[in-house]
């Protein structure tokens, strides 16, 4: 009797607590800190002047599979909605460029990919807790959504998302 | 047997699906914590015996972090989101030498994989 009991209260803690660990929670407006960072072949890019634009903002590294795993489905995006105005920008935390240029000869994509070699905007600006990393900024600068973990950014429900914010809205 | 195997279920399910550091205790201490905790006993055990000072100097890390992991770990400016943050930035290698810098300065680790 006790035996069943104690199985019983193990299940339902465990239903209790699932959605808490696997729904990422949304994040209330807040303005996303500025940052200038620069690019693999050198170009600056500064948050502040993308203002007015959609910004998916993703922090990975060479090291991290996940990260990897899912950088096909932010490429498919990127090209998806560039015309439209998105911007994707990918953020290495890999300590050195030769590192994430040998890393793009093998693996290309299309989106901006800049290096955040010190972690200044990782952990100063950021405080990042985890890989990959992704934040969604509206054309006001405000966080809209961020999701720790591998993601399909293809997903009917993510570009049904995107597609409200490029219309000007939040889309969901 | 089944209840041992419910336990250590839920604590790896719940511990294993958090971004987080690992635990750390230190030998002959009977509790455990979760580095970056801003718990009090734990600061007087890492930081006012000097011992976080040793492990840094002996942790092979990008030397710009060590003073930030003192900071948020030692300091007035305690912070365990900024230690998380730090941490998640160290690669693999990086953070298996921070762990034997613990080891090696009487430390045992538990790593919580994520």
């Known amino acids: ?172 | 047997m089944r209840r041992v195997i419910m336990i250590g279920l839920m604590i790896a399910f719940l511990g294993g699906c958090t971004t987080s550091t690992f635990l750390i205790a230190k030998e002959n201490d009977t509790r455990a914590y979760r580095f970056g905790s801003t718990s009090k006993r734990l600061k007087r055990i890492l930081c006012e015996s000097g011992d976080f000072k040793r492990v840094l100097r002996d942790a092979e890390i990008p030397e710009h972090l060590k003073p930030q992991f003192y900071e948020y770990v030692c300091t007035e400016s305690v912070s365990k989101e900024k230690v998380v943050s730090l941490y998640q930035f160290l690669t693999p290698d990086e953070r298996k030498s921070l762990k034997r810098a613990f080891v090696k300065h009487g430390y045992t680790v538990n790593y919580v994989p994520c």
Not at chain 1, 143 to 155: A, E, N, P
Request: proline share 5%; aromatic share 12%.
């Open chain 1, 1 to 172: 009797m006790r035996y069943f009991g104690f199985t019983r209260i193990t299940v339902i803690v465990f239903i209790l607590v699932l959605p808490l660990v696997i729904l990422s929670p949304a994040v209330a407006d807040e303005k996303a800190p500025d940052f200038t960072l620069t690019s693999v072949n050198g170009t600056s890019y500064s948050l502040s002047k993308l203002r007015g634009k959609v910004v998916v903002l993703n922090f990975w590294a060479t090291w991290c599979a996940p990260c990897l795993e899912e950088m096909p489905t932010l490429d498919s995006l990127y090209k998806r909605y560039r015309q439209r105005g998105l911007v994707v920008l990918g953020v290495s935390i890999d300590r050195k460029r030769e590192t994430v240029e040998g890393f793009l000869e093998k693996n290309p994509v299309s989106y901006p990919i800049l290096l955040d070699t010190k972690g200044e905007v990782f952990v100063n600006k950021y405080t990042v807790s985890g890989l990959p990393a992704t934040y969604i900024i509206d054309g006001k600068g405000l966080i809209v959504d961020q999701y720790i973990g591998k993601r399909d950014f293809t997903s009917e429900d993510f570009l049904q998302f995107i597609e409200g914010l490029l219309k000007g809205g939040y889309g969901r």
